[in-house]
C-alpha cells in the first residue's frame, strides 16, 4: 500500500493527522471530522460524568478492602489527569455501553484505532476489550498443542508473571505508550495520583507510603511533555533509587487497582441471554438456537471461542492465539506515522509496509516494544511459530453497542464493522477471489490478501460451507452474550 494510497483512505474517512485547517481540529493538531469530533466530546463527557459521580462515593467508601481496591480502580480507569495532555483516560478505549471497548462510532468505522492524548497519534490496533479480561490465566506455554495460553493485549505482552495477573500488568502499558496516554515517566502517573481525590483511600489500601516521594521540582515539566523518553534519559522524573522503586511499587499497586474493578460484578458479570438461558430462565428463539448450534457444530466456532465445558466458565475464548488471515486494514492512520511529528516521534518507521505479526513480534521484539512484561527468554523459540497470530478475543459482549445504528469494529485492527462481515470471512475466506483494486464487491463477494499468511488458521476458519441464513443465525445467537439481559428484555 503506497502512502499516497493511505492518504486518500484517511481523506475519505474524514481524518487526516496532519492536516492543521481540517475540521474540528484537536488537542496537540490532530484533525477529526465534524462528526467524529462530536462523538468524542460526547464520549469525554460521558467519561466525566461516570468519574464525579463515582468520585461521590469517596464521601462515605465501602469498609470491605475488596470493593475498595474496585473503588480505586474504577476512578483510575476514569481519570483523564493520568494522560500526558490530561485529556484521555483508560475508559476513553474502554466504555462500558459497547462491552468495555471503543465507543466512538465514527472512529469504529473511518479508522478501527483510537487517537492518543497527542490526538495526532494512532496505535496499529483497535481496543481489545477488557470485559472478562481479568480471568485471563498468566501466560503459559502448553507443549501438547504447542500453544501460549493467557496473558493480555492482542500480542498476549501483558505477561502476567511479575504481578501474577495479565490484568494489571495490561493496565500498566497505556500509560506510557506514546500512542496512547503518552507520560514519559511512569513516575508521572504516580505524581498525577498524588494529586487526585482518591489519594487518601488509595493509601488507606496500599499503605501511607504510597505517595511518600521527594518529586524533583521540575516534575510538572517533565510530566507535561509526551513521550517516549530519550534512550539518553530514560527515566527523566529523576528520582532516588528508593524514591524510585517507591514509585514502582505504587504504579503496580495502581494496575492492581484497575485490574480489582476490572474483575468485579460492574465488569465481568455474566448477565447475558445466554448465562439466563444456561440457568432455565429464558428461551432462545427458533434463530438464536440454531445459531448456537451452528457456533458449536458446522460453523466450528465454538473450537477457540469455547463456551464451556467441565470446570471451565463459559467465556467464549480460549485465551490462545490464532492467525484468521484477517486483511490489513487500510484505513488505519498508523500507516502513516512514519514521519517525525511536531516533537519528532516517528511511531511506524515502517510505514505503508508495516505488517502486524502480534504474538511473534513480541516474543523476537519484545525488548523494543512499549509494553508492561519482559520475555521469558525461554520463548524466543516459540517466535516463529507464532508469526501473525493474535489472541483469540472473548465473544462475550461482541454486539454490545448503545444504539442499532452503532458501528463496532471486529479484528485485531479493526477491518470489519459488522458482525456479519466477519462471520462471512470465516465461512467463505478460502472459496472467494480476490479483491481488485477498489471492488465494490469487498468484504461480499471478494476478500482482499490476508494481512500475512505465516500460520494461518485453516483448521476451523475459511471455508465452512454456511448458507446466507447459516451466517445469520450465528450472528443472532452472538448477540444473545450481551450482558445487562432481564428476561424482560432483549440483548
Request: glycine share 8%; charged share 20%.
Amino acid at each position: 500500500m503506497s502512502v499516497a494510497a493511505v492518504a486518500a483512505v484517511l481523506i475519505a474517512a474524514g481524518l487526516s493527522a496532519c492536516a492543521p485547517n481540517a475540521p474540528g481540529k484537536a488537542r496537540d493538531g490532530g484533525s477529526f471530522s465534524p462528526q467524529t469530533q462530536k462523538e468524542i466530546e460526547q464520549v469525554e463527557a460521558e467519561i466525566d460524568r461516570m468519574e464525579t459521580q463515582t468520585l461521590t462515593r469517596l464521601a462515605a467508601p465501602p469498609t470491605n478492602q475488596v470493593q475498595q481496591v474496585e473503588l480505586l480502580g474504577k476512578l483510575l480507569m476514569f481519570d483523564k489527569q493520568l494522560s500526558v495532555n490530561r485529556n484521555e483516560a483508560c475508559a476513553f478505549c474502554h466504555m462500558p455501553d459497547v462491552g468495555f471497548t471503543g465507543s466512538v462510532s465514527e472512529l469504529n468505522r473511518t479508522t478501527g484505532a483510537y487517537p492518543g492524548s497527542v490526538r495526532t497519534r494512532f496505535s496499529s490496533r483497535k481496543p481489545q476489550s477488557h470485559a472478562y479480561a481479568a480471568l485471563s490465566p498468566v501466560l503459559h506455554y502448553n507443549p501438547g498443542p504447542g500453544d501460549l495460553v493467557g496473558g493480555n493485549f492482542w500480542d498476549m505482552r501483558a505477561t502476567g508473571r511479575r504481578l501474577g495477573n495479565p490484568a494489571a500488568e495490561q493496565a500498566e502499558g497505556p500509560p506510557t505508550n506514546p500512542v496512547e496516554m503518552g507520560l514519559p515517566d511512569t513516575a508521572c502517573a504516580v505524581y498525577r495520583a498524588s494529586r487526585r481525590p482518591y489519594r487518601a483511600m488509595f493509601e488507606k489500601v496500599w499503605g501511607a507510603q504510597a505517595f511518600a516521594i521527594a518529586w524533583p521540582r521540575n516534575v510538572e515539566q517533565v510530566c507535561n511533555r509526551p513521550g517516549p523518553a530519550s534512550a539518553a534519559d530514560p527515566f527523566p522524573v529523576h528520582l532516588s533509587a528508593v524514591d524510585r522503586g517507591r514509585s514502582n511499587a505504587t504504579f503496580d499497586q495502581m494496575a492492581q487497582s484497575i485490574a480489582g474493578f476490572e474483575a468485579s460484578a460492574e465488569d465481568t458479570n455474566f448477565t447475558s441471554k445466554f448465562d439466563a438461558m444456561l440457568a432455565g430462565k429464558v428461551k432462545f428463539t427458533a434463530q438464536e438456537q440454531a445459531g448456537f448450534t451452528l457456533f458449536t457444530g458446522k460453523g466450528q466456532c465454538n473450537a477457540c471461542h469455547r463456551d464451556g465445558g467441565p470446570g471451565e466458565d463459559p467465556l467464549f475464548t480460549d485465551f490462545t492465539a490464532s492467525n484468521i488471515g484477517s486483511p490489513a486494514n487500510p484505513r488505519l492512520p498508523y500507516y502513516k506515522e512514519n514521519r517525525p511529528d511536531a516533537r519528532g516521534y516517528v511511531a511506524n518507521p515502517d510505514g505503508p509496509a508495516f505488517i502486524d505479526y502480534g504474538v511473534g513480534n513480541f516474543l523476537s521484539n519484545g525488548h523494543l516494544l512499549s509494553q508492561p512484561s519482559a520475555v521469558d527468554a525461554r520463548w524466543l523459540k516459540l517466535a516463529a511459530a507464532n508469526q501473525g497470530r493474535v489472541q483469540v478475543p472473548t465473544l462475550r459482549n461482541v454486539d454490545k453497542r448503545p444504539y442499532p445504528g452503532f458501528v463496532k469494529a471486529y479484528g485485531h485492527n479493526g477491518y470489519f464493522t459488522s458482525l456479519k462481515e466477519i462471520v462471512h470471512f470465516y465461512n467463505t475466506r478460502d472459496t472467494l477471489p480476490r479483491c481488485k483494486a477498489h471492488d465494490p464487491g469487498e468484504g461480499t463477494t471478494c476478500w482482499p490478501a490476508p494481512e500475512t499468511t505465516l500460520n494461518m488458521n485453516t483448521s476451523h476458519s475459511g471455508n465452512l460451507g454456511l448458507s446466507n441464513a447459516e451466517e445469520d443465525a450465528i450472528v443472532s445467537f452472538m448477540a444473545t452474550l450481551t450482558d445487562g439481559f432481564t428476561p424482560t428484555s432483549r440483548p
